[in-house]
């Protein structure tokens, strides 16, 4: 018995998140099937980073054990096989104690809103027609280092024993009427992205001051948070881990 790693990205817009759910079409749900027709065999999938739905991602990867033999050209038939919206982009061998979710090191994402509308960026980008201040974005964004504890950001019904996280990025950035927020991390909590970036929102409408971000953050209260930032905008850009990938072929 072997362990594998998969890589792939996806659109997120049509499905109910990325883990497996009763009655909903999930990124999971439609690769497990797709690995079951084409092997012949139910394959069990342990994720990375369950997405939330509607949320994108440029890199995620999942893991599972089989005994068959994975060859180059199963990327391809994976691929033939998955809708459009999901592509397998490698297979790769990995020791039989390494673990997708929990031995990842860094994770990034990004959330884009665009302030033109543009029938293109729809459900891709967050429209956002109003002027924010983009430098009071950043100050705040960049205090976000400073902190390890977000247990505001976290929405409470999930299961966690730490609200502890090492943020080594958060970077505002503006391209035409096109604006971007990068952020790297050890690990997020449930919710704490779309949470940041909407609560940094209301520090560039000057709905918050910087004082009151600075509160907010150490509140340890999500009632003080705006999650209603919507999914769209929201990618996931990358998982790291230590060099441990045996590309198959």
């Known amino acids: 018995m072997a362990r594998y ?42 994720g990375a980073s369950r997405t939330d739905a509607g949320v994108h991602a440029y890199q995620n990867f999942l893991h599972f054990d089989t005994e068959l033999e994975l060859l180059p050209k199963h990327v391809y038939n994976l691929n033939a096989i998955l809708p459009n919206s999901i592509v397998v982009k490698g297979i790769y061998q990995v020791p039989n104690e390494v673990h997708s979710r929990f031995d990842a090191i860094k994770r990034g994402y990004i959330y884009r809103l665009h302030q033109s509308k543009d029938p293109f960026s729809e459900g891709r980008s967050w429209y956002y027609p109003f002027p924010l201040d983009l430098d009071l974005m950043q100050t705040a964004a960049d205090t976000l280092l400073n902190y390890t504890d977000f247990e505001s950001f976290s929405k409470k019904n999930t299961q966690v024993n730490t609200f502890q996280c090492a943020i080594t990025k958060a970077n505002w950035t503006l391209s035409g009427t096109n604006i971007q927020f990068e952020i790297h991390s050890n690990r997020f909590l449930r919710g704490m992205i779309r949470g940041l970036v909407g609560t940094m929102v209301q520090v560039g409408r000057g709905q918050i001051s910087i004082d009151e971000w600075h509160e907010i953050v150490a509140s340890k209260d999500e009632q003080r948070v705006d999650f209603s930032t919507p999914a769209c905008g929201l990618y996931l850009s990358q998982i790291n881990y230590p060099d441990f990938f045996k590309k198959i072929g």
């Open 5 to 46: 790693f998969i890589e792939l990205s996806y659109d997120g817009a049509l499905y109910g998140g990325f883990q497996i759910q009763q009655n909903i079409g999930t990124v999971q749900g439609a690769l497990e099937t797709a690995m079951e027709t084409l092997f012949r065999t139910p394959i069990p999938l342990t």
